[in-house]
């Protein structure tokens, strides 16, 4: 059975992590079995800083750069993005996976 | 040191993501520009990949369209760093004895198996430090490789060669382990093809040392019991063993006082009704006086073998050295330039009836299954170490020019008090070794110990004087020349990756 949880386009971290837990919480009460690993990811979603120095380089990347050759691969999707975190990536990672064999 | 790239940095250096893409992003490049060695553990691969593809999807709703961007873009972040190998065994024990993340300590687990100073660079706090190992966040890694401090200088540094070419060299392996072609398989004949494209010689015929390579060439060439062979003093071992092995008499002649190499001029005296052929050495890489002694081998109706182990790849007026005399020889020993991961050689003719010859000897002399044409030796290369040369050769030639850089380098930068090494013109060195002369040997060799630079002696008693051969009743002083460079000799780190900063630590040191 798969089970798709609405999420409002503007909530933030916590919320995806609250609503993801209520309705896990919900279908386990009714006897549904959770077979989806679970993360708690709720303490890793700011971005990661366990660097002593927190300012990023400003310069765009140079012609023929290894920045440069990526975007180019990218092309019209070449963007930065932020709100960046390693709880995030895990989140990604496991709906990528629960896509591919949970289901 | 060696960065390990972890999952996470890359993503953001992909996609520039986050507040340090740009920091990874600049290690990416200085490895690009072989600063510094970059690497991914193959089990992130899928991660990375699934990361992208789901970031991009959020872009993109066509999922073929963001598989080909995806694939590009790990592809080419595989032309700049390289993956860490890993085995069935790394996975078994990472699953036994890792704490809070599975995959994090894989990573360290590998990296610290297979590389020799690996640092983790991570944005994840909680990286999973299990195994003993740096982690570092980007920003501080660039810090960290400016003031990094010299790092153990390598005598041959096979390994860095190695971490070069690791994938071709996991590939080549694992086609011949896959096809079972254990003995004479493809790998063997592609071999001897790419080596006759590469020295120009007709035939180029694989066998199981430099060792069997001499004594190869010696019965191809129905060498008799006292019959003499011209050889120099001043070699390793093989060259004048080989010769008794076949029961002949090996009858030196001293030595040039600056190549090192056989001195042509004192051939003819030694000549007698007994030589059957000269077999000089290219010492150090470098060929010797070819044009004297094939004019004294054609006038005294000699044959010559050359006994080029340490020279593959030089030149004589324009033309490799395994392309010159009756039969060129060579050695793969590991630690030679062209070496390969355990004892290899090959021998080289123009000549038909001795490539037949050698063939079927390196067989047990057999001309078909179980038919024995001649006394011959199981002195087969195994095909695992043609497929290793095979990886190795690509890189060869480039391999070559940076030893030969590596030379240059040594020689404008020491003082004369030492005596360089030269190259005579119209030759050219492959630098298997490079080799000074000093008159405090021992001390300056404890001066680079000290400082943590290892050196060799290449050799440290010439040939007639080894107890080996005193029924050969050569006296101290017969060779002079040889005996005085035995003395004074020593070999500095040679290999193609030394950097400008080591050789200034090398050159400091003996200066001091």
């Given at each position: 059975m798969q089970i798709t949880i609405d999420i409002e386009d503007n909530a933030d971290n916590k919320d995806v992590v609250n609503k993801i837990l209520t309705s896990l919480e919900k279908y386990k009460n009714q006897g549904v079995k959770i077979r989806k690993p679970l993360f708690f990811y709720e303490d890793e979603?700011?971005?990661?800083?366990?660097?002593?120095e927190h300012k990023g380089s400003k310069q765009a990347p140079l012609n023929n750069s290894v920045g440069d050759t990526f975007n180019k691969i990218l092309g019209d999707y070449a963007r930065e993005r932020v709100n960046v975190s390693i709880g995030e990536d895990r989140m990604l990672l496991q709906k990528a996976l629960w896509d591919r064999y949970g289901q | 040191m060696q960065l390990v790239f972890d999952t996470n940095v890359l993503v953001d250096a992909l996609l520039s993501r986050g507040h340090y893409y740009k920091h990874t992003l600049e290690l990416l490049e200085a490895v690009k520009e072989e600063k510094i060695e970059g690497w991914v553990a193959s089990h992130s691969i899928s991660t990375i990949f699934y990361l992208l593809e789901s970031t991009l999807q959020q872009d993109i709703h066509n999922r073929k369209e963001v598989q080909e961007i995806v694939s590009k873009l790990i592809y080419e972040l595989l032309d700049i760093i390289k993956v860490i190998p890993q085995t069935a065994h790394d996975i078994k024990i990472s699953l036994k004895e890792f704490e809070s993340d599975y995959e994090d300590y894989v990573i360290a687990k590998i990296a610290q198996n297979y590389l020799p100073n690996p640092i983790i660079v991570s944005r994840?706090?909680?990286?999973?430090?299990?195994?003993?190992i740096d982690v570092e966040h980007p920003v501080d890694v660039k810090r960290l490789l400016e003031n990094q401090s010299r790092q153990k200088i390598d005598f041959a540094n096979l390994a860095k060669q190695q971490r070069k070419i690791i994938p071709e060299i996991e590939k080549n392996i694992h086609r011949v382990i896959t096809k079972c072609?254990?003995?004479?398989?493809d790998e063997i004949t592609q071999l001897e093809q790419k080596l006759q494209d590469f020295t120009g010689a007709k035939y180029a015929i694989t066998c199981a040392s430099g060792t069997d390579a001499l004594l190869l060439a010696m019965m191809a060439m129905d060498i008799q019991p006292d019959d003499e062979i011209i050889t120099t003093p001043f070699t390793f071992i093989a060259t004048a063993e080989t010769i008794a092995l076949m029961k002949a008499k090996p009858v030196f002649v001293d030595i040039e006082d600056d190549t090192y190499n056989i001195d042509a001029t004192k051939i003819e005296a030694a000549i007698t009704h007994k030589t059957k052929a000269i077999m000089p050495v290219s010492l150090y890489g470098q060929p010797a006086d070819m044009d004297a002694i094939q004019a004294i081998a054609y006038k005294h109706k000699l044959k010559v073998i050359i006994d080029g182990a340490q020279s593959f790849g030089s030149t004589y007026k324009g033309k490799?050295?395994?392309?010159?005399?009756?039969i060129s020889t060579t050695s793969f020993f590991p630690a030679k330039p062209l070496g390969c991961y355990g004892d290899g050689g090959a021998v080289f003719t123009n000549n038909d009836e001795y490539a037949e010859k050698m063939r079927m000897m390196r067989v047990?002399?057999?001309?078909?299954?179980?038919?024995?044409?001649y006394i011959g030796m199981g002195g087969r290369l195994d095909t695992i170490q043609a497929a290793i040369l095979l990886a190795k050769l690509t890189n060869y030639p480039e391999e070559i020019k940076q030893r030969q850089a590596v030379a240059t380098t040594y020689s404008e930068k020491l003082d004369s008090s030492v005596i360089n090494p030269i190259t005579k013109e119209e030759r050219s060195s492959v630098w298997a070794q490079y080799s000074i002369r000093v008159k405090d040997r021992d001390q300056v060799q404890n001066k680079l110990k000290e400082a943590g630079i290892p050196t060799a002696v290449h050799?440290?008693?010439p040939l007639h004087l080894q107890e080996c051969f005193q029924y050969l009743d050569y006296k101290e002083g017969g060779f002079p020349v040889a005996e005085s460079v035995s003395n004074e000799i020593m070999s500095l780190p040679m290999n193609p990756f030394l950097t400008e900063k080591e050789i200034n630590a090398i050159v400091l040191s003996i200066h001091a």
């Open positions: 979603v700011d971005d990661d800083s366990n660097s002593k | 994840d706090k909680r990286f999973d430090g299990a195994v003993n072609n254990f003995i004479m398989g490799t050295d395994s392309n010159l005399g009756d047990h002399g057999q001309n078909k299954r179980y038919h024995h044409k050799y440290p008693m």
